[in-house]
């Protein structure tokens, strides 16, 4: 099955400054890649995703790069603002068959923006 | 907007509880998923169906069954509720088109 490592597990910044979470997958089968936003006590929020036929995709302040050869994509959040503090999930998934979108998630990354 | 209902935020059961975790789903999506939340391990899949009563196994089984009689709706059952099953619970669901979303979670306590 999937496996999805995410890195690093806590990640400290100052507002303003840019913040880089690093995902890596192990099925090479997987197509679709999203991120989640989660504040305490709230669902998870999808806020980016990317399919494998993209390299990049970008939101505004918020990017996701994937490099398909190396199994990895990264979420990069630019001028951090303390609004943007919670938990980060990066997923993985096949898009396509009997249960298609079927998440592995990384375990997470604790962003905190220092003001 | 995929509207994914949990019919309890907080429950609190006895050790040895058979406990049912109910999910509905609007959109009449295929796939459902019911996943378990904890700090530091992220969220993992328990169980998902891609059918009426179909089911397959997720990461977690052990300790839970499922049940999907009809399509927007898709149960968790704790058959004999232990500590170690304190968690947070999320449902969701997908169809072909992509992800839906995350229900509101059940947040579970067995004492």
């Known amino acids: 099955g999937e496996n999805v490592e995410q890195h690093p597990s806590t990640l400290s910044v100052q507002e303003g400054d840019s913040a880089v979470i690093k995902c890596t997958y192990s099925d090479s089968a997987s197509n679709y890649f999203p991120w989640y936003k989660q504040e305490l006590g709230k669902r998870p929020q999808l806020i980016i995703d990317?399919?494998?036929?993209?390299g990049e995709k970008k939101d505004q302040r918020i990017a996701v790069t994937l490099n398909k050869t190396a199994k990895h994509f990264s979420l990069h959040i630019t001028e951090t603002q303390p609004e943007d503090s919670a938990v980060y999930f990066c997923?993985?998934?096949?898009?396509?068959?009997?249960?298609?979108?079927?998440?592995?998630f990384g375990k997470g990354t604790k962003l905190s923006v220092i003001p | 907007d995929v509207k994914v209902t949990q019919s309890s935020r907080y429950l609190v059961k006895r050790t040895g509880e058979k406990v049912f975790l109910e999910c509905v789903q609007d959109m009449d999506h295929e796939n459902m998923f019911w996943y378990r939340q904890d700090p530091g391990l992220g969220l993992r899949l328990i169980y998902f169906?891609?059918?009426?009563?179909?089911?397959e196994k997720g990461d977690i089984p052990e300790g839970y069954s499922v049940s999907r009689e009809k399509k927007e709706r898709f149960s968790l059952i704790l058959e004999s509720a232990s500590t170690n099953q304190t968690s947070m619970y999320l449902c969701?669901?997908?169809?072909?088109?992509?992800?839906?979303?995350f229900g509101s979670g059940t947040r579970l306590t067995v004492v």
């Open positions: 997923a993985a998934s096949r898009g396509s068959g009997a249960g298609s979108y079927q998440l592995t």
């Open positions: 990317i399919r494998s036929n993209v």
């Open positions: 169906s891609y059918d009426v009563k179909m089911k």
């Open positions: 969701a669901s997908s169809s072909s088109g992509g992800f839906g979303s």
